[in-house]
């Protein structure tokens, strides 16, 4: 059940994550990127329970900046580096 959410989820705040190169792939080996694009993991429940705190955090940031007056940001926004290459 987490698993299928955790797709779920992320096609529909991300999109299709094999189309773009998002911001916690810059830190990563190129070619272990290329690879997860080729051959996308199967995350472990420790895993999927860490990506739900970070989107949780995320939410209460936004919150807080909200409810602090600051409403003019977006969240999952694209970006394009040199060379065409969309970061999200």
């Known amino acids: 059940g987490l698993q ?3 797709r ?3 096609l529909t705040t991300l999109g299709d994550r094999s189309s773009y190169l998002g911001a916690s792939d810059i830190g990563y080996c190129p070619r272990k ?17 860490r990506f ?3 989107h949780m955090a995320e939410d209460i940031v936004a919150n807080a900046m909200t409810a602090a007056g600051y409403d003019n ?16």
């Open 4 to 6: 299928k959410f955790a």
């Open 8 to 10: 779920q989820h992320t």
């Open 33 to 49: 990127v290329i690879l997860d694009r080729l051959h996308p993991p199967e995350h472990d429940l420790a895993t999927l329970f």
């Open 52 to 54: 739900q705190r970070g």
């Open 73 to 88: 940001f977006d969240r999952q926004v694209e970006a394009v580096a040199s060379g065409n290459t969309p970061i999200r």
